[in-house]
């Protein structure tokens, strides 16, 4: 069915009328089938395409359409489709995560020239198989002003404040990657955005051989996504995959990096023994970290040059990709380097005693796990400048909440600002410290640690390191002697991070978590930082927000810092919700759906 109103707008219901081929649909739930569903709405009655499950064949709708419209799509909540138009290289992901499945929501899908385009639906293109829904579409045609405008936005520099990071591991997980071509929506779900900087991880050093069977079929994943990794990533050349996103991003404008999270070194059960464990770590079990009581901890140490000179041939191996900046995360993967030996012989030769009866933030010590993290710093820089050119490639951090929660870890984010080793910082809202408290002191000697009695404390606490973080702001916290460190509030941890951009130019970015908020909620962290002085805006994990239209509408445009504060946002602008009452011959308009008693 087709319905023009009198703004000339265009409502298409009862798809399966306007898709083809028309065999492709079914009235019955079939896994190579589109399921053709009744569906009643507080707005209209129509019949809904859907998949459940399964993987039916390709169908297309051609609108015959000539101008720019406004594209929106209706679907109920908890619904991933991948779409396109004939003119897109690539299916786009498109998601309702937030309502549920009984409310229709109206989303902002793309502005574009409708001229010659189709519309394509897949469900190939989907490594969970995931509901697809579908109900209606609406196009809104646009007037000269307003594609001028939106053609000018585009061009806008000043509003390009954001720094994303997209996690490719995530492709794997939940895409259905066939060809190159596949991985090109990791850079054009940006298009349009006031996205400064994308920063794509480069998952390489997590990819391991090690499955202690033949048959990866008699291997129990924890969950469908991680099976799905191990059986597509052997498809495809990582490098050309980076390649190929890293000239896709430049192409519309974006800046790229290449990410490595500064521990990629596994993780714990139930998610070890398969491709999170990396070989060069399985091999190198005397490279590793080890705590003051001579407790191996399962990481890698920045205190051996084999270790810097893995991760320098990383980097140098991403920066090949051709793109703007390398970027180290370091708030995964923690400890770096602890009481290794190379570190205590260092520390004895220097203090004429060995560190392992002292907190991690005593200042020798602290400093001495400074000066070999900035040491790493400095040989990496030196690596990418003789490849590459001076300067040529950025290099970008990834760090703690503040200064001191930095330090903490080795990183000396000052030092490195100041000695010109990072180029820009992302704050990220995560905090790393050692806790110590209660009996775990030696008799008559200040802050010296009994190692008897802290390995008895590690036993019975949660953790002695804890790592809280994903908050808006953190408190101050107690260090070994009680008294309290960091900054005390939002303002002063911006503060003191625009500092360093005031001092050495190094560009501050401030990370907004959660990662699912509501669009007013966006808004209103954003301008928090912002009156606190920050100038820009990190979004990590950006792949659970970009399919997601109704947060992104929002979300993409943050950088709108001077325009921020009147922008109307949320439900009524880019999206709106409106109430399903029937479904599949059901009414659930006054009564919940039956589960048969």
């Not at 039916?56 to 991933?80: A, Q």
């Not at 229709?104 to 509901?131: F, N, P, V, Y």
């Not at 954003?526 to 994990?541: H, K, T, V």
Request: hydrophobic share 35%; charged share 30%.
């Amino acid at each position: 069915m087709k319905s023009v109103n009198e703004k000339n707008e265009i409502l298409f219901t009862n798809l399966e009328e306007h898709f083809g081929p028309k065999e492709n649909f079914s009235p019955y739930s079939l896994k190579n089938k589109w399921r053709v569903v009744p569906v009643g709405t507080a707005e209209y009655d129509c019949n809904m395409i859907t998949s459940y499950g399964g993987r039916p064949d390709d169908i297309t709708f051609s609108p015959e359409l000539r101008g720019w419209y406004k594209i929106y799509l209706h679907t109920p909540g908890g619904c991933m489709m991948n779409i396109k138009l004939t003119s897109d290289p690539a299916f786009l992901a498109v998601a309702t995560y937030v309502t549920g499945i009984y409310n229709m929501e109206e989303m902002l899908w793309r502005c574009a020239d409708m001229t010659g385009e189709s519309i394509t639906l897949t469900k190939k293109k989907d490594g969970d198989t995931r509901h697809t829904m579908l109900a209606a579409i609406r196009f809104v045609p646009m007037s000269e002003e307003e594609v001028e405008e939106y053609i000018r936005e585009e061009k806008r520099q000043d509003t390009k404040r954001i720094y994303a990071t997209d996690d490719m591991h995530n492709r794997f997980c939940f895409a259905n990657q066939e060809t190159y071509e596949d991985w090109l929506p990791t850079a054009l779900n940006y298009y349009h955005s006031d996205v400064e900087w994308l920063s794509i991880e480069q998952i390489r050093t997590f990819v391991s051989e090690r499955l202690p069977v033949d048959n990866i079929d008699d291997f129990c994943f924890p969950r469908q996504c991680d099976k799905n990794v191990q059986m597509n990533r052997a498809k495809f050349d990582y490098d050309k995959v980076l390649r190929m996103v890293v000239e896709e991003g430049h192409k519309i404008g974006l800046k790229m990096s290449v990410s490595l999270r500064m521990g990629a070194w596994g993780m714990t059960y139930p998610y070890d023994q398969f491709y999170f464990d990396c070989d060069f770590m399985e091999e190198h079990p005397e490279l590793r970290t080890y705590d003051r009581n001579g407790d191996e901890i399962r990481a890698l140490s920045y205190a051996y040059p084999e270790v810097r000179a893995f991760l320098i041939n990383e980097f140098l191996n991403m920066a090949r990709s051709g793109c703007d900046a390398v970027t180290l995360i370091a708030h995964r993967g923690i400890p770096y380097v602890l009481f290794e030996k190379p570190v205590a012989d260092k520390f004895y030769e220097l203090y004429g005693e060995y560190p392992y009866e002292l907190p991690l933030d005593e200042p020798r010590l602290n400093k001495l796990h400074c000066d070999i993290m900035t040491g790493f710093m400095r040989e990496l820089r030196e690596a990418l400048d003789r490849e590459f050119g001076k300067g040529k490639i950025e290099i970008h951090l990834r760090s703690l909440y503040s200064l001191r929660d930095n330090l903490n870890i080795g990183i000396d984010a000052e030092q490195w600002a100041r000695e010109g080793l990072v180029n820009a910082i992302v704050s990220y809202p995560q905090r790393h410290y050692e806790r110590l408290e209660g009996d775990i002191w030696q008799e008559g000697k200040e802050y010296r640690i009994d190692l008897e009695k802290y390995t008895e404390f590690a036993h019975t606490v949660t953790a002695v390191c804890p790592h809280p973080g994903d908050f808006e702001w953190l408190p101050p916290y107690k260090n070994y002697d009680g008294s309290l460190c960091g900054p005390e509030d939002q303002t002063a941890r911006v503060g003191e991070w625009m500092d360093l951009e005031r001092k050495y130019g190094v560009k501050m970015y401030f990370e907004i978590l959660p990662r699912q908020m509501s669009c007013e909620k966006f808004k209103e962290r954003a301008l928090s930082l912002y009156d606190c002085g920050a100038e820009r805006i990190g979004l990590w994990d950006t792949y659970t927000r970009v399919p997601a239209k109704d947060i992104w509408s929002t979300a993409s445009k943050l950088g709108h810092k001077d325009e921020l504060r009147d922008m109307p946002v949320g439900q009524g602008h880019d999206y709106r919700l409106f109430r399903i009452y029937k479904i599949a011959k059901a009414d659930i308009n006054r009564y919940n759906p039956m589960w048969g008693g």
